[in-house]
């Protein structure tokens, strides 16, 4: 026979579990169920219509992507460009460069001795020869120079000469460039002057210092500025 006791026991036991599984349902969160690991979840189209496709992009949407890179390759062929071009602007004036100073160099040195030897006949004359050496010196001048030196020569040092019998010899003792560009070349001379007329006592000597500019013409190098220093 059962014990009545006993039984009661197993009674509330079975309740109380009941209870339990009641609660369990009734709030989720108060007793979470563990994750399921380790299982594949199918999930089967609705029957009707089925899954609808995504949206087909449109026409706007593709064009604010597309001109990107061109774009960017535009861009690149633009710098490239500038820099050849920049490389072949520099390439030029670097050669240009090059040839003004090659002809600087050589003009320096076909000036200087043009210049040694213009200096005693533009610097010289004679009252017994006057037309003679005013005409010598004129064919080493060229520009403006010239026109004034044929005037001053004819209206002061032609008649002054004539009048006191004046002689002046003139001799190059050095010679050095100041400035040199491929058609004009400044030069300094040191000049030695031996004056002899009715007004000095026997011979007079002048050193002097002249900056004498030269000019490439088609006859060759000559005189356009003479200024006494």
């Known amino acids: 026979m059962t014990n009545p006791t006993a039984r009661s026991r197993t009674m509330n036991a079975a309740a109380r579990a009941a209870a339990k599984r009641t609660r369990r349902v009734e709030d989720p969160k108060q007793h979470p169920e563990e994750p399921l690991t380790g299982r594949t979840l199918t999930i089967d189209p609705p029957a009707a219509d089925g899954w609808e496709d995504p949206p087909e992009p449109s026409p706007e949407d593709l064009t604010d992507e597309t001109p990107t890179r061109p774009s960017r390759r535009w861009l690149l062929k633009a710098v490239l460009g500038a820099l050849l071009v920049m490389g072949l602007v520099a390439a030029s004036v670097l050669g240009w460069q090059y040839g003004q100073a090659r002809r600087a160099e050589s003009a320096r040195a076909q000036a200087l001795t043009a210049a040694r030897e213009a200096a005693p006949i533009v610097l010289s004359y004679d009252y017994r020869h006057l037309d003679r050496d005013f005409l010598r010196a004129r064919d080493r001048l060229t520009g403006h120079f010239r026109d004034e030196y044929g005037k001053t020569t004819a209206s002061v040092v032609g008649p002054t000469a004539k009048k006191y019998h004046g002689v ?16 004009r070349v400044t030069v300094l001379l040191f000049v030695n002057q031996v004056t002899q007329s009715t007004q ?26 003479v200024d006494a220093l």
Do not use: F, I, Q, Y
Not at 202 to 223: A, C, E, F, Y
């Open 168 to 183: 002046v010899k003139a001799s190059v003792t050095a010679a050095s460039v100041v400035s040199a560009a491929p058609d």
């Open 200 to 225: 000095v006592s026997g011979s007079r000597l002048d050193l002097n210092r002249v900056r004498m500019t030269m000019s490439r013409t088609s006859d060759g190098w000559k005189v356009s500025a």
